[in-house]
């Protein structure tokens, strides 16, 4: 007999139990950054913050919520930008009508490729997405959490970014349209989903699944109108129209992570978020493994509209471990009467049906109404009492009610009342008679091979479409695999006591990782036997999985020792594609994407590393040389820390999350760097060795500190460094020893710059207050910046004015600069998008040029310019940009992208002459047009296209076009109306207006 859990809380806000909560509360998008901080650090405070706990994970996410969050502590969503930068452009376009020289010409410095020296893990940067066209296994596009959309018609060998113009370049989910491969899907954060029917030229915000992360899109193969779609903390959903709305396949899938077709058979879809689902129908009906089903939650009396809002939120829970949880309890609020209905059951023919089932107490205190039992025969009909349990005792077992015989449908429910940390969790429910046929059941914990609770993704195979596999998470870590011989109608428990093969030991003996973002499972599809699934490391079964080997390890060195493929560590997808001997696996990790040619053959080059040419690396910082070539260091998320040479090429020279870091001003051989929390290391070589950098009072590398630790050098004395902790420390030995010049400021500071023309004068950021000093840290004084709202994200000194500061915060104001040392401050928001403000960077041209690095986009203003803020984006993805720093010896202005790699650029240079940059080398005709329009460019260089319709949406794009000679562009689809279109060159832009008619 089948058992699955029944979980009965008596609040509806049942993710409050979740030990995870914290996660529900991201995905769904309507509470503030500090609030969902307070309740991981409480769920951290139970579980640990060691590796593999989730922690890190955590603190990134934490650390990007708090530089993106506006002066109410809460997230945008992904349409708000997106209609933000549409209504940016559609200004633009309409003001722009003329030629512009002083747009940034931006250009792509990479990495993209990784050439391990030091780095111990080396990769390019993060994929979480892979489609491949079915019809030509060359066509693949891959997608980066940050990095947007890649396409490569070439197998891999060479990549095209697909979505540089979306002000939403998040990607999770990917999928090809099966009968029409220019048709593409891509799932993003907040629910949303993109979708182009060009092939990726253009894109349109096409639906909206509910919160969280898409995490899977399955189109249907035999009616591509129907699509699937998963998002964790958001549920399952499907669509019949494309795409364009979609609806819940199962009101208890509050989360959603895999979905798969039976093979051969679309008819039968598989769906899996914390539990197991199937649909026999085409997708009409889900249901779970368990006969029970979902229940519902009905009020008898209290209130179903308890929001965080309300001034009760602040109570606790108290877990139990295992397989049940307390409910949530709140201090000070009417504890409502709650009553969980189970689905309607077809009792026809039964005689003598009983109610079967356990419940326990978890910390009942007092006498009260506690449990009662109902059943009632129809939707309209009464409810009928079985049993009320009042009595206080610690568990009742094994219970048996008897039931009436009836000939028609047949409900039961439990109804409880809920008190300050008391509540009751039900076991191994079962409705059973005589002549019923079928059990129905519910309740897991005394069935070994039934699921849990955790997490689950789906394997099948065209082998034996009969067979399916469902793997489990434990937390983070692996919580088993089951195996269905039936098309999941059933299925067996595989036995691997004691393995997590989600964690880093080759042997899957250590109890640490990620799961479920680094979690996978997929089988061959000519071997039903041949199953492979993921964590940090790939493993494969060969029987079925029974027993499994590692088949990669995450560092190059214990991979070739133990004769496997290096995978970067930390696999968020892993999938077959093709058949036959065309039968390739593709994995999707922190570092890239891999493939194996030949998913049999396990040795030392089982991976091919087909990542080189993505520009997707996730830059935190940058520290650039002031010589010409340059030498530039550059911290990453997942792939450490790594240098641009002199020589053009790069080297990775340090592993884990790379963050802040800088090149020596008087010697570009030593190179300085940290990694999370501030542990500091240092090259003398140039990177091919590293040496530790002393921790001042041993505070470096402890996770209690910030993400990302200021670290700087003196801008006048050599070998004189500076970090700061709570305290603000100085080295004057090159890190070996250090000495606080600051008073403890009780918390952690956020960012430190010490004037390049005066080293006594220092500045630094905690949250939203600025401090300075000007007598080289012996005093400590608040300035006139101490936002009531929001935090300073960066602080920039003028290169020749020590009392000149530009800061990039949070709040609506965008940007703040003071002229007088600090005490007092004007805002600069002037006409800047509302995007959020990141970095901010001064060039020392006599006009006070002043650069605003935001999550969209780069802006420049000066005291020619006036109140207005220009774009100096020609050529720039739009991208997070973290850091901008000055080089003033090549004259370029260097940016930190997180998910588009090191841009650099000209300096604003207001001098340039437009007169070889004549608007009428720029042709459009005919205008007004009809189905097709020609561009054409006097100059003989490759130029970017766009055009905007009036809104400001692109409704064409494309670069590296050379249009000399003219480029026919079919409008036939468009509709009639103004649109403008922008050319781009190394030049500059021009905009000029094409009328459809």
């Known amino acids: 007999m089948k058992k699955l859990i029944l979980l009965f809380s008596l609040l509806f806000i049942a993710l409050i139990g979740n030990s995870q909560e914290y996660l529900d509360l991201i995905a769904e998008g309507t509470h503030t950054v500090q609030y969902i901080s307070q309740r991981a650090e409480a769920h951290f405070d139970e579980v640990g913050r060691d590796r593999g706990t989730g922690y890190k994970p955590f603190r990134r996410w934490q650390y990007f919520a708090e530089r993106a969050m506006d002066e109410n502590g809460m997230l945008k969503s992904p349409e708000f930008y997106y209609n933000e930068l549409q209504n940016y452009n559609a200004l633009q376009n ?15 410095m990479g990495p993209t490729y990784w050439n391990a020296t030091s780095g111990y893990n080396p990769g390019v940067g993060r994929i979480t997405s892979i489609a491949v066209d079915e019809s030509n296994l060359d066509h693949i596009i891959v997608g980066s959490p940050t990095g947007g959309v890649w396409k490569s018609l070439d197998g891999g060998n060479t990549w095209t ?26 799932g993003s954060t907040g629910g949303t989903i993109f979708k182009s029917t060009d092939g990726g030229a253009t894109w349109t915000l096409h639906g909206d699944v509910s919160n969280g992360n898409v995490n899977r899109i399955l189109i249907d193969p035999t009616n591509t109108s129907k699509l699937y779609a998963s998002a964790q903390g958001g549920g399952l959903f499907k669509s019949l129209d494309g795409g364009s709305t979609w609806t819940s396949i199962n009101s208890s899938a509050t989360t959603g992570y895999d979905f798969q077709f039976k093979p051969g058979d679309p008819t039968t879809v598989y769906a899996s978020g914390t539990r197991f689902y199937v649909s026999t129908d085409g997708g009409a009906t889900f249901d779970t493994s368990d006969g029970l089903d979902a229940w519902m939650q009905e009020y008898v009396s209290g209130t179903n509209s308890w929001t965080t809002s309300d001034s009760n939120q602040n109570g606790s829970i108290t877990p139990r471990t295992g397989d049940s949880m307390a409910f949530l309890n709140i201090n000070n609020y009417t504890f409502p009467t709650t009553r969980l209905i189970s689905p309607s059951l077809d009792l026809s023919g039964a005689t003598n049906p009983t109610l079967n089932f356990s419940y326990s107490q978890v910390n009942w205190v007092g006498n009260i109404d506690q449990l009662k039992v109902y059943y009632k025969t129809s939707v309209s009909s009464n409810w009928v009492q079985l049993a009320h349990y009042t009595a206080e005792a610690a568990q009742w077992t094994d219970i048996t009610l008897n039931l009436p015989n009836v000939t028609s449908d047949y409900f039961i429910a439990f109804e409880g009342i809920a008190n300050w940390s008391r509540g009751l969790t039900l076991d191994d429910v079962s409705v059973e008679a005589t002549n019923l046929g079928i059990v129905f059941s519910d309740g897991f914990e005394s069935a070994s091979n039934d699921f849990s609770s955790g997490v ?5 195979s065209a082998d034996d479409p009969s067979v399916v596999y469902v793997v489990e998470a434990d937390g983070g870590t692996f919580g088993g695999i089951h195996k269905s011989t039936d098309s999941g109608a059933t299925f067996t428990q595989l036995s691997h006591p004691f393995q997590n093969y989600f964690g880093y030991d080759s042997n899957g003996f250590d109890n640490l990782g990620q799961a479920p973002r680094d979690m996978a499972i997929t089988v061959n599809p000519n071997d039903v036997n041949d199953v492979h699934i993921a964590g940090i490391n790939t493993w494969r079964s060969t029987n079925g999985g029974v027993s499994f080997s590692i088949s990669s390890q995450w560092t190059p060195g214990g991979a070739s020792n133990e004769n496997i493929g290096y995978c970067h560590a930390d696999v968020d997808i892993m999938q077959f594609v093709g058949t036959g001997a065309n039968a390739k696996l593709f994995v999707g990790s922190d570092g890239g994407i891999f493939k194996a040619d030949d998913p049999t053959t396990v040795d030392a080059s089982y991976y091919t590393d087909l990542t080189p040419g993505l520009g997707i690396r996730q830059f935190y910082r940058i520290g650039i040389s002031q010589t010409d070539p340059v030498i530039v260091t550059g911290g990453s998320q997942d792939n450490g820390s790594s240098v641009l040479r002199a020589d053009g090429n790069w080297y990775d020279w340090w592993g884990a999350d790379g963050m802040e870091g800088f090149i020596d001003k008087n010697n570009t051989q030593i190179i300085y760097g940290t990694s999370q929390y501030g542990s500091f290391v240092k090259s003398t070589n140039g990177g091919n060795s590293v040496i530790s950098v002393g921790q001042p009072d041993g505070k470096g590398g402890q996770n209690n500190w910030n993400w990302v630790v200021p670290f700087e050098q003196d801008p006048i004395t050599q070998n004189t460094i500076y970090c700061a902790f709570d305290q603000v420390y100085k080295s004057v030995d090159g890190g070996s020893n250090w000495t606080s010049i600051s008073q403890n400021f009780g918390d952690d500071i956020d960012e430190l710059k010490i004037a390049p023309s005066d080293n006594n ?57 003071s002229t007088n040392g600090g005490l007092t401050f004007t805002p600069i928001p002037w006409d800047l998008p509302n995007f959020s ?115 400001g949406k692109i409704m064409f794009y494309a670069k590296n076009l050379e249009v000399f000679r003219g480029h026919k562009i079919d409008v036939s689809n468009f509709e009639k109306g103004i649109y403008f279109v922008k050319l781009n060159s190394d030049y500059g832009e021009v905009t000029k207006k094409l009328v459809l008619d």
């Open 94 to 108: 309409s003001e722009s009508l003329f030629l512009r020289t002083t747009v940034g010409t931006w250009e792509e």
């Open 837 to 951: 403000s990141q970095a901010v960077a001064w060039q020392d041209n006599g006009e006070d040029g002043l650069y605003v690095g935001m999550n969209y986009g780069i802006y420049y203003t000066d005291n020619d310019l006036g109140n207005t803020w220009i774009p100096f984006n020609n050529g720039l993805p739009n991208v997070r940009i973290n850091e901008l720093e000055i080089n003033s010896t090549d004259n370029k202005l260097y940016a930190a992208t997180y998910g588009r790699g090191l841009w650099r650029s000209n300096l604003y240079d207001a001098s340039l002459s437009i007169a070889e940059f004549d608007s009428d080398d720029f042709s459009i005709y005919p205008n007004p047009a009809n189905n097709e329009v020609n561009i054409k460019w006097t100059k003989p260089e490759m130029v970017t296209l766009r055009i905007y319709n009036s809104l």
């Open 456 to 460: 689950k993704m789906i394997g099948v």
């Open 161 to 186: 970014g697909l979505t540089d113009n979306l002000a939403n370049i998040d990607v999770y989910a990917l999928a090809i349209d099966p009968l029409n491969s220019s048709t593409y899907y891509w």
């Open 761 to 817: 004068k220092m500045y630094l950021a905690i949250d939203g207050a600025l401090w300075y000093t000007t007598n080289g840290g012996l005093i400590w004084s608040p300035s006139g910046l101490n936002l009531s709202s929001g935090r300073i994200n960066s602080i920039a000194v003028h290169p020749s004015d020590p009392d000149k500061i530009a800061a990039a915060t949070t709040n609506s104001n965008k940007v703040y600069i």
